[in-house]
């Protein structure tokens, strides 16, 4: 019998980034999510299926096995708390590093060995807490969803921790990058029942997209 593999990943960058990869694995999905309002998209094989959702749901879609295999970001999956997900591939796509930065400034006097009581503002609460906490920093973490940018220009924060890709960003508001915590690439994940239960198919798939990443 055919074996039906569903793919989890999120519109924009990692879908457009992710065309070529999915090409050399012969899926070629038959609709663009940035035009369609379709969540899944069928491809040109009747047994795949892709599933267009919010980058920080493809692991818990993939966790759950809603997904059998999904693309993410690793700065996703640093702060996804759970198990039940393997990382297979590194697809070298949507490059950027994972950084701590402060207003220009701030930075003119800043000592960062003197660290103590710094006030973030990030989407990812639990790499910044974890990465602090590792140099025995206390901080106070503020969530945010996006915009992290804007915090320390409000005076909500001191200093964000945030992606960082060209500096463009950060230049246009006056930020400068002071500490790196990672480098960042999106991975290849899969549902790890889907690896035993579907081997075969979960097997060619990865392989192809393997060799396409090169
Ligand atoms: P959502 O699906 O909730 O809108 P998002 O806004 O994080 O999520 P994207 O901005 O498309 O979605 O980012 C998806 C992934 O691309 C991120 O998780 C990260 O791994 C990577 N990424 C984010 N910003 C950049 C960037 N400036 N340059 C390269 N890669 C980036
Ligand atoms: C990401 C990130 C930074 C920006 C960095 O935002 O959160 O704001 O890219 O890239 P740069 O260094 O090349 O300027 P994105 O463009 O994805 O916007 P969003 O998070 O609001 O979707």
Redesign the pocket.
């Known amino acids: 019998m055919l074996q039906t593999l569903t793919i989890a990943l999120s519109k924009?960058?990692i879908f457009k980034e992710s065309l070529p990869l999915l090409k050399a694995a012969d899926i070629v999905p038959v609709d663009d999510p940035d035009t369609s309002r379709k969540l899944i998209l069928d491809t040109n094989q009747t047994n795949i299926k892709l599933v267009i959702i919010r980058a920080a749901d493809v692991p818990t879609y993939v966790r759950f096995g809603a997904a059998d295999l999904g693309i993410v970001g690793k700065d996703v999956l640093m702060e996804f708390e759970g198990d039940g997900l393997y990382e297979l591939v590194d697809l070298k796509i949507a490059r950027?590093r994972m950084m701590v930065a402060e207003p220009e400034t701030l930075a003119k006097n800043d000592d960062l060995g003197r660290w103590s009581r710094l006030r973030i503002a990030t989407?990812y609460v639990n790499i910044a807490r974890r990465f602090f906490s590792a140099k025995g920093i206390q901080t106070e973490i503020i969530k945010l969803y996006?915009?992290?940018?804007l915090a320390p220009l409000a005076g909500l924060s001191d200093r964000i921790v945030?992606?960082?890709?060209?500096?463009?960003?950060?230049?246009?508001n006056k930020l400068v990058e002071v500490e790196h915590i990672a480098d960042i690439s999106s991975r290849l994940v899969a549902n790890t029942a889907s690896m035993r239960m579907k081997h075969q198919i979960v097997k060619d798939v990865v392989k192809q997209i393997e060799q396409a990443v090169g």
């Open positions: 924009g960058r950027c989407k996006g915009s992290m940018e945030d992606l960082v890709d060209t500096g463009n960003t950060l230049r246009a």
